[in-house]
């Protein structure tokens, strides 16, 4: 059974920095690409970035420059930092492993609440 834990959300003012966390059992990431996605209350899921196969990272433009995708084979963890963060960033934020697609990920973590105050 695959699980991934999501941990590292908080609350932090604007322009503030957290470290988020994905935790991953019962696979082997080294054979996954890992994405982080997230969900703003009213809103549609949306990606945030990815790490692929061989670690090539890639953003949303709303990350870009401000958010940091990271992951740890050896630990079998991603990490997510999120630096400036701005009130619009309030969302939960899901860390999540495809296989072989990156249109379609086999694996879900329940999220990590992450609110920014302005």
């Known amino acids: 059974q695959v699980t991934l834990v999501e941990s590292g959300g908080g609350v932090v003012q604007a322009g503030g920095s957290l470290k988020l966390s994905c935790a991953v059992s019962?696979?082997?990431?080294?054979?996954?690409?890992m994405g982080w996605f997230r969900q703003a209350p009213g809103k549609e899921r949306e990606f945030v970035a990815l790490t692929s196969w061989d670690d090539r990272p890639s953003y949303a433009n709303f990350a870009k420059g401000r958010f940091t995708i990271s992951r740890d084979d050896t630990e079998n963890t991603g990490n997510l930092r999120l630096n400036g963060l701005k009130p619009e960033d309030t969302a939960l934020y899901y860390c999540a492993l495809t296989l072989s697609s990156l249109a379609e990920w086999d694996y879900w973590g329940q999220g990590t609440q992450v609110t920014v105050s302005s």
């Open positions: 019962g696979a082997v990431l080294r054979d996954y690409a």
